[in-house]
């Protein structure tokens, strides 16, 4: 069974073009979509509304750094800090060219900072390479969801 890509975006433009690209990429991968900081976390650690999703971690978590309720950096700073989480491969896919913001995703453990291009195909381009690389190409740490499943 494939793991889930999940996308954590609350800009409703950014959203749409983002499954555009993650579908003309062909992935056989479902994509969860969610709004915001909070519900990623409740996602990811399978509580509240989410409490009966399936067991296991998504392949990638594409992140957006401005979000309502809990930012990308505080996601990305508690996925960091759960052992059942951090081997997750997260990439912060934000418009945010800032200095602080690339430095501070950095220093808490992400895998990747890609900031959205402008033009409509080289966006629809690196969303379909990030979605390759991190969902097929990529390979996850050994054992890590028999590690994970133990700290359950």
């Known amino acids: 069974m494939l793991k889930p890509i999940l996308l ?22 479902d994509v969860v979509v969610l709004r915001d900081g909070a519900q990623a976390l409740e996602y ?7 409490a009966d999703r399936a067991e296991g971690n998504p392949a ?15 996601v990305l700073k508690e996925v960091r800090g759960d052992p059942v989480l ?10 945010s060219q800032e200095e602080t913001d690339v430095l501070r995703s950095y220093e808490l453990g992400v895998n990747a ?17 990030l979605g ?3 969902a097929v190409l990529n390979e996850p740490p050994p054992g890590s969801l028999k590690a994970a499943r133990k700290l359950e």
């Open 8 to 29: 954590v975006e609350d800009d409703k433009r950014d959203l749409e073009l983002t499954l555009i690209a993650l579908e003309r990429s062909q992935l056989a991968n």
């Open 44 to 50: 990811l650690r399978r509580n509240g509304e989410h």
């Open 132 to 134: 390759v690389f991190w």
């Open 86 to 95: 951090r081997s997750i491969p997260v990439v912060m896919l934000t418009s």
């Open 60 to 74: 990638v978590i594409l992140l957006d750094l401005k979000l309502p309720k809990v930012t990308g950096l505080e």
């Open 113 to 129: 900072y890609v900031v959205k291009p402008v033009a409509f195909d080289r966006f629809v381009a690196a969303i379909a390479d």
